[in-house]
């Protein structure tokens, strides 16, 4: 005679046992999801080390192709044709497996600048040259002069975003250092000697006996407590912004 309470922690036991496969299931698929991520990551990573050393120029020679850095990946890609400048931007339909081809990923024209004044690089002077390969950090972003309005000077900047902006008078130095985990720390000096902190979107009167511009800003603005403050030295950037900082 079949006990009905036997069948009934049978079914139990059955439920409990299905749960724990279910979840144990989930568990090693989300672990084979996330390994294909890192490892989807990783190769992608390679890819972008790799493009970075195989393609850089420091000049405009007939065309040249430069991708701007973000954090240890690519903003954007600029291609510049003599005096024609395009940049592009990953399109919705851009696939990890384009990364093999940078014109493809990058496939979505954002702007394109004619005859620009000015053209300066945004290039990478390391400390330890050695540790990099040749070219590490070339057009890292640029900074484009363009057509001026009746009173003030245009610059088009382009680095892990796009904005324009005016200033009083001509900039006459412009400085793209990586730091951290290949962060652009772009800074612009004009005539008058105020500096642009391009990133933060801030500007002040440099003295020349202070540090490098950036790092006298990030210095002035940072407490021993970990907190932040805003020195009344530092006036916000008035910018049009053309294209916003992306992700992958």
Known sequence: ?????????????????????????????????????????????????????????????????????????????VFIEKNNIKIFKPSPNSQIEDWNNIEIYFNLLVISINNPLKVFFGIHISEYPEKLPDGFGYGNSFLFEIEPTSFKRRYIHVGIEIFLFETPCEIIKYSSILRGSDCPCPYALD??????????????????????????YIYTNYKKDGEWKQSVMFSKMDVIKIEKRHGF
């Open 1 to 77: 005679m079949i006990n009905i309470n036997n069948l009934y922690f049978i079914d139990f036991i059955d439920l409990i046992y299905n749960k724990f496969v279910n979840i144990k299931t989930k568990m090693l698929s989300r672990k084979l999801k996330k390994s294909k991520q890192k490892e989807t990551l990783k190769n992608m990573h390679f890819k972008m080390q790799q493009y970075k050393q195989e393609h850089f120029g420091d000049k405009i020679i007939g065309k040249s192709q430069y991708m701007t850095h973000d954090n240890g990946t690519f903003a954007f890609r």
């Open 191 to 216: 005539s008058e000697n105020r500096a642009y902190i391009l990133e933060e979107k801030i500007s002040y009167f440099w003295n020349e006996k202070m540090k490098d511009p950036y790092v006298e």
